[in-house]
């Protein structure tokens, strides 16, 4: 594949085009807002956000191209080396109104580092797509996840197991006992071209999941956005949306090396809620419909068998 990081950027800056189109025909009467903004040290980004929406309290599709030298805090604290690198991404988070629609989070990038010559000396891909639901509709989560095992098993149906493995062991609150932020999905990361899965295959299977993500999510939206709730069931969303802002702030690998490479602050954090509760010792009623997903969070289950 020729001028591969071109090839990247025009997909998921044409990606980025299509989602925001598509949930903005789901919800109706709110439109994203474009905030193009250039990173002093390297390159830049555009942040589009929706807000108070019929369906969506507040979300982002945000895509960057960054690059910059490699610094002393870089290596030490995020063990990366060469002299200088490259980022390009596409990041998507959505956070509806009604507690009985899921949270959903997106992420596909790469990354390469250089010599002083200017030569490619590592390369990695990561990504994936997760669900977090604040009430467990088992359709919705088998639906989520065959989609998404549909696409991985195009390429190798080795894929989804171990990426669905690597999501279930990677969005978790370890502090709160193994504690995941929902019910999982794909992830992967430092994936590097080799002989068997060369540049194409990621770039490959990187554009098909993303691509897969209106085809795994609206389809639920659509179920679940004109359900009726409660101000107690409110009151469950933004209890777990606390431990969503928990893992995002103290675990996640993007928000780190975005805030430790001089990223924008302000699409960092987008990924954070509108609204969040910390309530002291707070659990739910056990087998209530609240105790149901939280179970759900705490045993990993195969949802596309």
């Not at 474009?34 to 309290?57: L, S, Y």
């Not at 989070?105 to 990504?127: A, P, Q, S, T």
Request: with cysteine; proline share 4%.
């Amino acid at each position: 594949m020729t001028n591969f990081k071109d090839t990247w950027i025009a997909y998921i800056q044409n990606l980025q085009n299509s989602i925001c189109a598509a949930i903005e025909a789901e919800d109706g009467v709110a439109l994203f807002k474009e905030d193009e903004w250039q990173r002093p040290e390297g390159g830049g980004g555009k942040t589009r956000v929706i807000a108070n929406g019929n369906v969506f309290e507040k979300g982002g599709v945000n895509t960057s191209v960054v690059y910059g030298e490699v610094t002393d805090p870089m290596r030490t604290q995020l063990g990366i080396s060469g002299d200088n690198w490259f980022a390009c991404g596409l990041s998507i988070v959505l956070h509806p109104s009604n507690p009985f629609v899921p949270t959903i989070h997106c992420n596909y990038r790469m990354f390469e580092l250089y010599n002083k010559n200017g030569d490619v000396i590592d390369r990695w891909f990561g990504g994936g797509t997760d669900l977090t639901p604040y009430y467990l509709f088992e359709d919705d989560a088998v639906h989520f996840h065959k989609t998404y095992k549909a696409v991985c098993d195009k390429f190798d149906t080795a894929l989804y197991p171990e990426f669905k493995n690597n999501c279930d062991e990677y969005f978790v609150n370890s502090h709160r006992g193994k504690e995941r932020r929902g019910i999982g999905g794909i992830f992967y990361d430092y994936c590097r071209p080799g002989k068997d899965r060369d540049i194409e295959f990621w770039f490959g299977l990187g554009s098909g999941c993303g691509n897969a993500l209106i085809d795994s999510y609206l389809p639920i939206v659509a179920r679940r956005k004109s359900l009726p709730y409660t101000a107690d069931q409110k009151f469950w969303q933004e209890i777990r949306r606390g431990r969503y802002v928990e893992f995002n702030l103290v675990h996640d690998r993007g928000t780190l090396f975005g805030l430790k490479t001089n990223g924008r602050t302000e699409s960092i954090l987008m990924s954070l809620p509108p609204t969040a509760r910390f309530e002291y010792e707070y659990k739910p009623v056990v087998g209530s419909e609240e105790d149901k997903l939280w179970q759900a969070c705490l045993h990993v289950r195969d949802w596309a068998k």
